[in-house]
């Protein structure tokens, strides 16, 4: 692969790109786990079906560490469907003919929301690696300012897998006075040891790439795209299982009867991850992927709040949903199970799933009837709880 000229999101005016734009933090900046201020930050987000007159039926979807805010509808750069639209629309598990959704490119993102490659109002050029380091805490805080600017005191509930899944936590300890129900799916309270390990490989791939030039590509135009694409070619081997690998790639050659002794994708499980990896570059910033993979390898729940996983939710008012699935070994069930065991030891209100299905990590954006079925159940219950009406016309924005 050869480095383009320049950044290839460049080819794309993000400014153009549907949906809603809000400068948040004029009154009161958002100040960050490090210590750092940020006044007039952009939040880029996008909204399905209609908020009811009480604003009662908002939910908030969190999206993990490489999606954005087109949750269900195509996306802008590579066309393809919403990267949850087995789940949000009308008549799917998230109804948009009931619910009002939200979901916005979170912090650090590269899809509108400020990051490192968003102008530094103090130099004009892109922030680079002068991008205050951000955490998860952080993203859910900038979150809550966006809640606040749509004047929504409460959201019906919070929702989102794997990073999703560590703000729905985040959310959940943070601030249970503004949601009513919330769903950590394929996540955990803290990073193990080996995901930071795989996190740490791939930051090391960009940054050995030698068009990263100390983070300052955007500036010099150039592009790490070799070293972003081993990164994401890493990263995908531990969203999938090693039985979906074999069923679906085995041994078998890619376009040829024998292998040629070479260093090209004789397999075809190579060409899959070269795919990947090149198709991934053409969406995605080197530097957010920086630093969204370092917030995750911060995440540690209980510590940030005093070292205790229940007293996190104790008195807790919210009713909780877990759902983890049995191939998943980034986020295996016994991650989802101590968030489980944290929430009954102080009789939370909580139900667990563990889904069977061989997909990995990546089971929650797949076609999983049985998640489906069950997350379905859990909103529709809730919903009911709540005095939720089952539809309300759809418009567009809140």
């Not at 993203?139 to 560590?166: K, R």
Request: charged share 20%; with cysteine; aromatic share 12%.
């Amino acid at each position: 692969m050869t480095a383009p000229d320049k950044h290839p999101l460049g080819r794309w005016d993000v400014e153009s790109f549907p949906g809603h734009r809000v400068k948040l933090g004029r009154d009161e900046p958002l100040r960050l786990e490090c210590g750092v201020e940020l006044a007039e930050f952009t939040v880029a987000y996008q909204t399905y079906g209609t908020l009811n007159p009480d604003k009662s039926n908002a939910i908030m979807v969190c999206h993990a560490l490489t999606g954005d805010q087109f949750v269900a509808e195509p996306h802008p750069v590579t066309g393809k469907p919403g990267w949850w639209d087995y789940m949000v629309g009308p008549g799917k598990p998230i109804d948009t003919d009931r619910y009002f959704v939200i979901c916005s490119n979170f912090l650090g993102g590269c899809m509108g929301t400020i990051g490192p490659k968003e102008v530094n109002p103090e130099t004009g050029g892109p922030w680079g690696l002068d991008f205050p380091v951000i955490t998860i805490a952080d993203m859910v805080n900038a979150q809550v300012m966006l809640l606040d600017h749509l004047e929504i005191e409460q959201l019906f509930a919070v929702v989102g897998g794997s990073l999703g899944g560590m703000q729905v936590l985040e959310w959940a300890a943070s601030y249970p006075e503004r949601l009513f129900a919330a769903a950590p799916i394929a996540t955990a309270m803290h990073h193990s040891a080996q995901n930071i390990a795989f996190h740490e490989v791939g930051r090391q791939a960009i940054m050995a790439d030698p068009d990263w030039c100390g983070g300052e590509y955007l500036s010099r135009g150039r592009w790490p795209r070799r070293g972003l694409a081993v990164a994401r070619m890493t990263a995908h081997i531990t969203y999938l299982s090693e039985s979906s690998l074999q069923a679906k790639f085995g041994r078998r050659l890619q376009d040829r009867d024998a292998i040629t002794f070479g260093f090209d994708a004789d397999f075809q499980v190579e060409s899959y991850l070269r795919h990947q990896g090149s198709t991934f570059v053409e969406r995605f910033d080197a530097n957010s992927y920086l630093y969204i993979t370092r917030a995750m390898d911060y995440f540690d729940l209980a510590a940030r709040h005093g070292g205790s996983a229940a007293q996190l939710f104790d008195h807790s008012p919210i009713r909780f949903c877990v759902i983890s699935f049995t191939s998943d070994w980034l986020y295996p069930t016994v991650e989802c199970r101590r968030i489980v065991n944290a929430l009954n030891a102080v009789a939370a209100n909580v139900s667990f799933a563990e889904i069977e299905t061989d997909g990995g990590h990546d089971s929650f954006l797949l076609d999983v009837p049985e998640f489906h079925r069950v997350f379905r159940g859990f909103l529709e219950g809730a919903a009911e709880h709540r005095g939720l009406p089952r539809a309300v016309p759809r418009r567009n924005g809140p």
